[in-house]
């Protein structure tokens, strides 16, 4: 694991790129599943998923739907993360994280179902006292936001086989924010401290498709696939309470911003079984392409002097910071249970194998594989009723120690507890008007 430590008064700031890397859970930059029921049989959810929300994954299982549904949905998340080592002791701020999803499906006739949905599957914030153990040697206020509007057609080609496609536009939003100490430079305690606050907006686009296979009456495979894209982000770098002789160097308290981020391609592999009128079984291994994502660019413009490690042979140049990861995988099951009528009980398991290899881990938030066990229940809804979701996941090293190599002090260990409580989903009633098909 990697950080670089501030010298004086350039390369304060290298951390900035890696905090992006530190933003990374089990699963590198990817949010929870979308939808109460991919929720709740979290490891079968391409076979078993059934509702409007099947658009993000496996939008053949739209061709089902008998009739149209508006489905908008919450995930909400509480994470932290605990700091210690020389530099002292911190938690994360900001615990609670959420996500906000909408789904909508149409059935057009017996053969066509078209749908949209309008999700959040990447994405991940960390925030730390501002004066706390990271003050100069990383951001303390990250985030990466990524929105997805995912336009969709499913179609029943024939009694066994279904397909689904669709379109995937991005929007992206990256943000850091950092500490700096200008007394480093003019060489008196008394400076206070700036800030230096990079942000950018970016866009991409991407595309989906999946096909369902019905083996026997019983027995059903599906293959999903969901293309890589590349966000180029753009905006500001703002540098607050530089003093007169920083800009006589060149720099400057306002820059441009450039950056970007290649996301990973998706595949997924399905396969369900109903074991009675009343329980299915569905097994799901997911392949991610997060070997993409090889460095991490990042232009300062006027500022990059700012960004740069110490000696670096062209300061004003931009930054390039590598982070190698490793492609992963998933897998996992579901099982739903129709208990009554209108009450089904859901239960999920799921292995996630984290891309960050250790030698590119940042300090911020140690990235680790881990399980993940869900439980959910359906139950009949009136207006002001929600359906919701509940995820336990387990750390095999919730306390893991990694060694960190710094230009500064090779032999630094820093300790982090990353702590994921809970993860529940609050799911609205889905709006279903009076048409079938």
Known sequence: MKCTI???????????????????????????????????????????????????????????????????????IHTETDFTGPAGTATTDSPWKMLPNVFAAYPINTRYVMGIGITTPYGQSMEWNPDGAFRYTAPYSAMLAVVNVNPTLAARLNDKVSVGVGL???????????????SAMTR?????????????????????AAIDVKLTASQTLALTYRSPFRVDYEGDVDVSGMPAGAQALGLSPASDFDSSIDFPAVAALGYGLKLSDTVRVGVDVEWVQSSRYKTLELDGGADNALLNAPGAANPMAPVSIRQDWDDSWTAGFGVDWRALPDVTLRAGYIHLWSPVPDETLAPTLPDI?????????????????????????????????????????????????????????????????????
């Not at 739907?65 to 909400?76: D, F, H, N, R, S």
């Not at 008196?188 to 989906?208: F, H, L």
């Not at 993940?372 to 207006?383: D, G, I, M, Q, S």
């Open 6 to 76: 501030c010298r004086g008064v350039l390369g304060t700031s290298t951390l900035v790129g890696v905090m992006v890397a530190g933003l990374a859970g089990a699963q590198g930059l990817r949010n929870p599943p979308e939808g109460a029921v991919a929720l709740g049989h979290v490891g079968g959810a391409v076979v078993l998923t059934e509702d409007a929300s099947a658009v993000s994954h496996n939008p053949a299982n739209l061709v089902d739907l008998k009739q149209a549904e508006v489905l908008p949905t919450l995930t909400v």
């Open 168 to 182: 995937d536009a991005y929007w992206s939003r990256l943000e850091m924010k950092q500490r700096f100490p200008w």
């Open 188 to 208: 008196n305690p008394m400076t206070p401290d700036g800030s230096i606050v990079a942000k950018g907006d970016g866009e991409g686009i991407g595309a989906n």
């Open 369 to 437: 594989s881990r399980d993940v066990v869900k439980r959910r229940n359906r139950l009949p809804a009136c207006a002001a009723c929600v359906r919701s979701g509940l995820c336990l996941q387990h750390h095999p090293r919730p306390n893991c120690q990694l060694r960190s190599e710094s230009r500064l002090r090779r032999d630094l260990r820093d300790q982090f507890a990353h702590r994921q409580r809970v993860i529940r989903l609050l799911v609205l009633r889905p709006w279903r008007p009076p048409l079938k098909r």
